[in-house]
């Protein structure tokens, strides 16, 4: 499966936005997705995943209450809406793909998309 996530940009503390992931490939609904940020100098963390029916999500805890994982399998898409957002979620944003069972480690997913940048000013 291969990815591209979109929607990242701009914006000031307190704001939203709503990153998407779309994916090609086939058996998209075989597949968890997860979401993972990195923020400069630090690594790469968890911060949403969605079961591959889309009836079961796990949030990290730094992120829950603010965020929401859905996803389309009709349209092989993910989202990720952001709410509330503080600087300390400026980050690149990676959706990822793991076969069949969740995870919250970067080391349980195996396709990656490129990323998408979240800036949030104070």
């Known amino acids: 499966v291969q990815l591209q996530a979109s929607g990242g940009g701009l914006v000031q503390a307190g704001g939203s936005l709503r990153l998407s992931c779309a994916a090609s490939?086939?058996?998209?609904?075989?597949?968890?997705m997860g979401w993972f940020r990195q923020a400069p100098g630090k690594e790469r963390e968890f911060v949403a995943a969605?079961?591959?029916?889309?009836?079961?999500?796990i949030y990290a805890d730094t992120v829950k209450g603010r965020f929401t994982i859905s996803r389309d399998n009709s349209k092989n898409t993910m989202s990720l809406q952001i709410n509330s957002l503080k600087p300390d979620d400026t980050a690149i944003y990676y959706c990822a793909a793991r076969w069949w069972s969740s995870g919250r480690s970067t080391d349980d997913y195996a396709y990656w998309g490129q990323g998408t940048l979240v800036t949030v000013s104070s």
């Open positions: 490939g086939r058996a998209f609904n075989s597949y968890t």
């Open positions: 969605i079961s591959r029916s889309g009836d079961s999500t």
